[in-house]
């Protein structure tokens, strides 16, 4: 699986500001913050740089649509169904 960050990276120390209550809450149920935070972080990552990417491709995208609205796809004269 591809990863949106580096996996190898060294960790960095960070300060954060978390409601009390749901931080002993979560330490209570041994949950690991650190994992959590990152885990969350990735698939943030993950969404906007997706979202990103189909801004920046979004001409060729439709250009790409309108081909083949008018042209069909590449093997559609040889598919049998």
Known sequence: MNSVYNLAAPKKATNLTV???LLSQAKALGINISAVLEQSLAEQVKKLK??????ENQSAIQAYNQDVEHNGTFS???RSF
């Open 50 to 55: 997706a979202q990103a990417w189909v801004c």
């Open 19 to 21: 409601n009390s209550d």
């Open 76 to 78: 559609e004269d040889s």
